[in-house]
């Protein structure tokens, strides 16, 4: 993206020449030099210059020009009734873009109409339904460095941030804030490290980040758009002033968090037409708000934004730690490959939610399993309940199923933007929460009681609804339609002006057709003319004296009385006010209903509890999960299943999974396709759905406590980063060994398979030895290098496990069946033959590895340290030697290399050590 779009440069020199209504445009640009500005003109967003051009290339629309004092200039236009499908390409092609409505109405102003920003359109701040794609959070971030304030490390323009932001030191601390517009989350934290944070940002994923002086910008992922802002907003006086404007004297952790949550405060009125400047909180933050219908009013930025009004500061310990790399393994939210899930993720498999309140909170319930023992009791207590009571269950989802999403509908209603319709969906919301109360009268699991106890039906709000909006509204709010005629006595009386007036009409036809004569008469109306008496030409002799002509047709003229324009006055001037009184009586009562916005939300929050218990009764129900035992001091998983491939398998294969202080570090064998990822990800995902409040795909399961889940599953690359696919996995596995602990759970998969056999192996026995010795995490470690199998004769935590398969032939049969012990063989070539390799390619592959098995017996294993010869690792002559010298010379290297590697200690080595010492022997044979 542009970092500065500014003003048009082909109208930079002619600035004096301008016209008014381009003088706006011009300005508007500098203003918000950071977005680009779509400027109404009429029923168009308009884009002129360079930015016209722009917008017609990315929206695929016509290019036209525009010519006045200053010239001709390219001109596109949006139209405003479908500019959300329009503003939505341009955030896709990474731009921001400022909306600059029309604040005064244009029949009562002569000359330009003023414009002003109401809203700037950015990714992390979307409140849009249209944008808003799904019900999931969509957050902004702000990130602060302590120590720093916001006088410091700007740049030439006064923004903190941008691409040119240094990597922060490692040791912080930092401060981070997130944010969802559209519903009011807010959330404060801070970590010591930038490790911390990257596992924080890779758990609520924001599509939108500003950063503060001196804060990284490479911790962020290439899906996040950073976006630069005014370094004013991160002075921490500032900062506090605003915090406390919001959320009232609330303590934070440090300067750091206070300095996020304020700049993020900031950004949000900003987005909403503020000061682009980040000025003072009040006055300064003023801006035209625009309404539904098109109308405007003066707001504030600040008041619009009232229903954000509850900080969450949270501690990252509190909760399992799923970081980017753990998520994306496990396939929580994402599905990381496109074969064999058919579409399922795992959120997707749990998602029995009936209103978009509950799909949130089960998302945020999966990337934040708890790791309190008795708040995990307290989940299961009211899971159980549910599942145990069908008629409960059905009962509740029925009724949730009647809930709109009140929590981005109030945040509507708090910005001047919801409409009498919404009204009525918080009405209707309002009306199920007595249904929900009686239906959870003889609940008993002290987290149900709880639930129905604190359930607040708003019955003020929902009455002053029901008395001052109809059942029915009307779409426009300054049409009519809207407001009930009873709710006030001036438009209840203006409304029965307008009903006598038209049945007089009503009755005018008849009574003119029997004073004239004329069975043909009609009384019609239209909107250029109003009222009017119709008369065929044949029988306008019979016209009376007091009509008088108002419109001629071909055949037939039409007239007025003076009776008839009174009444028509009369109805008109009923109707006109009628129409506004309407209009201010709404914006009245949507005003007093933004006031409860905090207790809206508060019942937001309880239906969104609820409504995920009912999901995870529902699942649980339904495939047969059981209630797991969380606290224990292992696994003892009975018959356990992965959620989501037995949802897509004809036949699933349930396995057991059985760990403790004496077996904890699992080396599972076996072929690819025999199971060994599905079987390691099912104990994963078992362990975060027992800790997010779920039953579990299990016969039964007692479980330890998991402070974090490690993965190193898979293959990938970062070839924009200059990361190849070993260089990840390496990185992976760094984090894994520098922050597991013994309370993590470990999967590892092929460790070291993307460099040299001799290599892998090494770096495969050398992080065993480490996690086994050092950090005694649970830890399941998938590999094809079978001669790690013999570690376990060495290390009394270590135990094989492999997947039974028959051979018949030369074809084998997966069981998916997990034993203990080693697997006899990997099966490579068999399972190339069953994915399609050509016959005398797999034919010749069986030659190769004979040949190479005969090879191998016939070489001396060399021993390294003093282990056994299932341990060793073999040096072989290669196959394409030239002579009896170039043998010589292989055979010298051998030796040396021999000594080399005797010489080394594996089992007292750290894996940085093994790395560096198979980077010294590998030079060495290079030489």
């Not at 007091?546 to 009923?574: C, G, H, M, S, W």
């Not at 309407?582 to 949507?590: A, G, H, I, K, N």
């Amino acid at each position: 993206m542009d970092a500065a779009l500014g003003a048009p440069a082909k109208m930079a020199d002619r600035e004096d020449d301008l016209t008014p209504m381009m003088a706006q445009y011009f300005e508007l640009c500098r203003e918000y030099d950071d977005s680009l500005v779509l400027f109404q003109v009429g029923d168009f967003y308009e884009a002129f210059c360079e930015a016209a051009e722009r917008v017609a290339r990315l929206c695929e629309i016509t290019l036209t020009k525009r010519e006045d004092s200053t010239g001709e200039y390219a001109m596109a236009g949006i139209p405003i009734d479908n500019a959300e499908s329009y503003i939505e390409r341009l955030l896709e092609a990474g731009y921001r873009v400022a909306v600059a409505d029309q604040v005064q109405d244009p029949d009562e102003v002569t000359g330009v109409v003023d414009r002003a920003v109401t809203r700037v359109v950015t990714p992390g701040t979307l409140t849009e339904d249209e944008l808003l794609r799904s019900a999931d959070n969509n957050y902004v971030a702000c990130l602060t460095a302590s120590g720093s304030d916001g006088d410091a490390s700007a740049d030439e323009s006064g923004r903190a941030g941008g691409s040119a932001a240094p990597r922060a030191d490692e040791s912080g601390p930092y401060g981070l804030a997130l944010l969802d517009v559209s519903t009011g989350d807010c959330y404060a934290t801070s970590a010591d490290r930038l490790d911390s944070v990257a596992d924080e940002l890779g758990r609520f994923a924001p599509a939108e980040a500003i950063v503060g002086p001196d804060a990284p910008v490479d911790v962020f992922d290439g899906d996040c758009m950073v976006s630069p802002y005014e370094r004013t907003a991160f002075e921490t006086d500032r900062a506090r002033e605003r915090v406390e404007a919001y959320f009232g004297d609330l303590a934070l952790a440090d300067e750091a968090e206070v300095r996020a949550c304020g700049a993020l405060l900031a950004y949000a009125e900003y987005t909403r037409g503020g000061n682009p400047d980040a000025g003072d909180i009040g006055d300064d933050s003023t801006a035209a708000v625009a309404d539904p219908d098109g109308t405007t009013a003066e707001g504030d930025a600040t008041a619009a934004l009232d229903y954000i009004n509850h900080l969450t500061r949270y501690d990252p310990r509190e909760y399992m730690l799923l970081d980017r790399v753990a998520l994306e393994s496990l396939e929580l939210f994402d599905r990381r490959a496109v074969h064999g899930h058919q579409g399922l993720t795992l959120v997707d498999a749990l998602d029995e939610t009936a209103c978009a309140l509950g799909r949130r909170k089960l998302n945020d319930w999966l990337r934040r399993p708890l790791l309190d023992e008795d708040r995990i009791a307290a989940r299961h207590d009211a899971v159980a309940e549910l599942t145990g009571d069908v008629t409960l269950r059905e009962r509740l989802h029925e009724l949730l199923d009647d809930v709109y999403d009140i929590e981005r509908l109030v945040s509507r209603v708090a910005r001047g933007r919801a409409n009498a319709r919404d009204l009525r969906s918080l009405h209707d919301t309002l009306a199920v929460v007595p249904d929900v109360e009686a239906a959870l009268a003889d609940a008993e699991s002290k987290t149900l009681v709880e639930l129905r106890e604190n359930l607040d039906s708003l019955a003020d709000v929902r009455d002053l609804i029901d008395r001052a909006i109809r059942e029915d509204p009307a779409a426009e709010l300054t049409e009519g339609g809207v407001v009930k005629p009873a709710f006030d006595d001036e438009l209840g009386a203006l409304r029965e002006t307008e009903r006598e007036g038209k049945a007089w009409i009503d009755d005018l036809e008849a009574g003119e057709r029997e004073r004239t004569g004329i069975d043909s008469l009609k009384v019609g109306h239209n909107s250029v003319h109003g009222y009017y008496i119709e008369v065929t030409d044949p029988n306008l002799d019979s016209v009376p004296e007091d009509y008088t002509r108002r419109q001629t047709l071909k055949n037939a003229e039409r007239f007025v009385t003076p009776e008839l324009k009174e009444r028509e006055d009369e109805i008109i001037r009923a109707e006109g006010r009628a129409d506004d009184l309407e209009y201010e009586l709404f914006c009245e009562v949507r005003r007093d209903v933004a006031e409860e916005s905090e207790r809206v939300q508060a019942l937001a929050e309880r239906l969104a509890r609820l409504d995920v218990f009912v999901s995870f009764a529902s699942v649980a129900a339904k495939f047969d999960y059981s209630r797991p035992e969380v606290g224990a001091d292992g696994f003892e998983v009975e018959a356990g299943r992965h959620p989501v491939v037995e949802r897509t398998e004809e036949r699933f294969v349930p396995n057991d999974a059985h760990f403790d202080d004496q077996d904890f570090f699992a080396v599972i064998t076996g072929p690819n396709m025999s199971g060994k990822s599905t079987y390691m990800r099912q104990v994963a995902l078992i362990a975060v759905l027992a800790q997010a409040g779920s039953f579990v795909p299990a016969a039964s399961a007692r479980l330890p406590v998991v402070d974090r889940v490690f993965t190193r599953v898979g293959a990938s690359d970062d070839i924009a980063g200059g990361r190849s696919t070993f260089m990840v996995e390496m990185t992976e596995l760094a984090d894994i060994l520098q922050n597991a602990t013994e309370d993590s759970l470990v999967l590892l998969d092929e460790v070291g398979r993307g460099t040299s056999t001799a290599d892998g192996l090494a770096i495969a026995r050398a992080v065993t030895e480490h996690v086994h010795d050092e950090v005694g995490a649970t830890t399941l470690f998938a590999t094809h290098h079978h001669e790690l199998t013999a570690i376990g004769d060495e290390l009394s935590g270590v135990f094989n496990l492999h997947f039974e398969t028959e051979r018949e032939g030369d074809d084998v049969a997966f069981e998916h069946e997990v034993a203990p012990g080693a697997a006899v063989a990997s099966y490579g070539i068999e399972v190339a033959k069953m994915a399609g390799v050509p016959a005398d390619v797999v034919q010749r592959s069986r030659e190769l590895l004979a040949e190479s098995d005969a090879d191998a017996a016939s070489e001396p294993a060399v021993e390294t340290n003093g282990h056994d010869a299932s341990e060793r690792v073999r040096v072989s002559n290669t196959a394409d030697d030239a002579d009896g010298d170039d043998r010589s010379a292989d055979s010298a290297a051998d030796s040396r290399l021999a000594t080399e590697l005797e010489a080394l200690d594996v089992a007292t080595m750290t894996p940085l050590e093994a790395m560096n010492a198979l980077a010294e022997l590998k030079e060495s044979l290079d030489e």
